[in-house]
């Protein structure tokens, strides 16, 4: 195939696919605690990062590193007192997050291609170094979450019995957060600030059409994520269209033809208790 | 015995004792603001009871267990679970709670099973795997609440008394000497709630585990409550009247 010729879509490749991997196992965790907007926000902290790192003349990478973990603290705080979720403190952390981002990139000098290309990720442009990067933080993600498993989905399902059954609550929110903060920053230079919450969240809602467990739907979530990854990355090369768009937009598809077919699955099972009623 | 008067007296919630009550309030006072909505409420909760709390919406019931399971923390007075304070309780596997409606808010299909090994978590700590013994106490109670054959199905697909039974399940996969359930007929069918009762006649009679029952709805405890408690007001008061212990013969009789 003429797209794994060129390094740069190696890169591409290998970037979008372990961040698609990973970005929904966290999100099953994130849409069970009905937090599904929580990468959204993070995100636009991660772009003040970027921002600030700009200004500074840092690597955006650590700005926003440091940025979104100050925010997953922030958050940490404001749920804990019960605040999170349509509080306006938070609305403030997030808009004004953007806001900064723009300001400091503007004010540093940086162009509308390197401000479109956090937003909206630049997968083509990804050095070995980014990609090594982007794989050590997707390997500690992947290790939190699978060394924790049992204990994020006893906080994702009932917090309140969790906490009675001595489950430690508020150190897994924290963690769980902080995992937020980290792939969003992984994703930041492959998918961008904006898409890759996309992909924490929509190949969870995708499998969770057919799936009857939450390992399943976790891991059909995961599945999912490789696959529009494999298949945005590669044909958004020959189609010349923006990785990052094509890969959440076949996300979206899946979703679509997932709850189609749960949606002929439930009527033919209709079909056949009438069918049996009758006989 | 008069149950009411030793109430009153609120003895027997000294630490280290080995019959120490299940749940103890002493002199408990809670308010969200300055307003107190429990005011010095005392009371007792054995081993082995079935006590049932009663009230208006709003009136404290939920509350007043939030504070029993550490929750929430009172303003005065001491709340304590086995003869510890709940503060410094760490035998979490001794307490089994379901919260009210807790099965119908899962966004993502999360099947019985998973939900059943949840009650765990607590117990095993952050990083070790269930064992043999945990699996067959996960068997147990699964048959126990008559939901075995539902393992595999999504707990947000069941009906109300069947997620009701396998939250029950999860709560009680820790093997706990005390149960606090949050108005567990809301939503639950006639059907259902017999199927509940009998499952929880169950519990009391042959497993021996302390119930505390939230609820608005009397059917569902009528006959199986040694006593009524009606919260109302920030005041709890003893509905039951006083009566001689029944022996063990009669109360297997009058069920």
Redesign the interface.
């Known amino acids: 195939m003429e797209a794994l010729s060129y390094e740069f879509m190696q890169r591409s490749i290998i970037a979008t696919t372990l961040v698609c991997a990973v970005a929904p196992l966290v999100g ?1 965790f994130v ?2 605690r ?1 937090q599904a907007l929580i990468g959204d926000g993070v995100g636009h902290v991660a772009f003040a990062g970027v921002g600030l790192a700009f200004v500074t003349g840092t690597n955006p990478f650590v700005g926003a590193l440091l940025l979104t973990l100050l925010a997953a603290y922030a958050l940490f705080r404001m749920e804990r007192r019960g605040r999170l979720g349509g509080d306006l403190a938070l609305a403030m952390i997030f808009y004004g997050g953007i806001a900064l981002g723009y300001l400091f990139t503007q004010r540093a000098g940086g162009g509308l291609n390197s401000v479109v290309g956090f937003l909206f990720g630049s997968p083509n442009n990804l050095t070995w170094g980014q990609v090594w990067a982007i794989a050590a933080l997707c390997l500690g993600v992947l290790v939190v979450i699978v ?2 498993y ?2 994020l ?2 906080i994702a ?2 917090e ?9 609550t508020d150190g897994l929110q924290l963690i769980l957060t902080v995992v937020v903060a980290l792939i969003v920053v992984g994703g930041m230079y492959a998918l961008g600030i904006l898409l890759v919450a996309g992909m924490m969240v929509i190949p ?1 809602a995708a499998s ?1 059409q057919l ?7 976790m891991l059909g979530g995961s599945l999912v994520g490789v696959g529009c990854a494999l298949t945005g990355a590669i044909g958004a090369f020959y189609a010349d269209v923006p990785t990052g768009s094509a890969i959440v937009l076949l996300a979206v598809g899946c979703y679509l033809a997932a709850a189609v077919l749960r949606a002929a699955r439930q009527r033919y099972a209709v079909g056949s208790s009438r069918r049996a009623a009758t006989v | 015995m008069d149950r009411r008067r030793e109430d009153r007296q609120g003895g027997g919630c000294e630490p280290k004792r080995s019959d120490a009550p299940a749940l103890c309030f002493e002199q408990v006072t809670f308010g969200y603001t300055r307003v107190p909505v429990l005011r010095e409420v005392s009371l007792q909760v054995r081993g082995g009871e079935f006590v049932a709390l009663v009230g208006p919406n709003g009136a404290g019931k939920t509350t007043m267990m939030r504070l029993g ?3 929430l923390h009172a303003s005065h007075g001491t709340v304590r679970l086995f003869g510890e304070r709940v503060e410094d309780f ?1 035998d ?2 001794r ?1 089994g ?3 009210q409606r ?1 099965g119908s ?7 019985v ?3 059943v ?8 700590g ?2 070790r ?1 269930p064992r043999p013994h945990h699996r067959e106490r996960m068997e147990h109670v699964l048959d126990l609440m008559g939901v075995a054959g539902l393992r ?3 707990i947000n697909e069941l009906s109300g008394g069947q997620q009701q039974r396998a ?1 029950i399940a ?2 009680l996969v ?1 093997d706990p000497s005390l149960l606090v359930l949050d108005e567990p007929t809301t939503g639950v069918d006639a059907d259902a709630r017999h199927v509940l009762r009998e499952a929880l006649e169950h519990l009391v009679d042959v497993e021996r585990v302390s119930v505390i029952y939230i609820s608005h709805d009397p059917e569902g405890f009528e006959g199986l409550a040694d006593r009524v408690l009606e919260v109302r007001a920030g005041h709890v008061t003893d509905l039951t009247r006083p009566q001689r212990e029944e022996t063990s013969e009669e109360r297997l009789w009058r069920r």
């Open positions: 099953a849409v069970q009905r060394a924790l049992g204990p989905v006893s399902f009932d309140p019995a969790a906490r009675v059954s001595g489950v430690p969870v969770s799936s009857r467990s939450y390992r399943g739907t | 399971l550490g929750l760490e979490w596997w307490v709670y379901v919260p807790a808010g899962a966004v993502l299909p999360v099947s099973e998973e939900v090994r949840t009650g765990l978590t607590g117990h095993l952050l990083f795997r595999r199905q999504p939250l999860r709560a820790t």
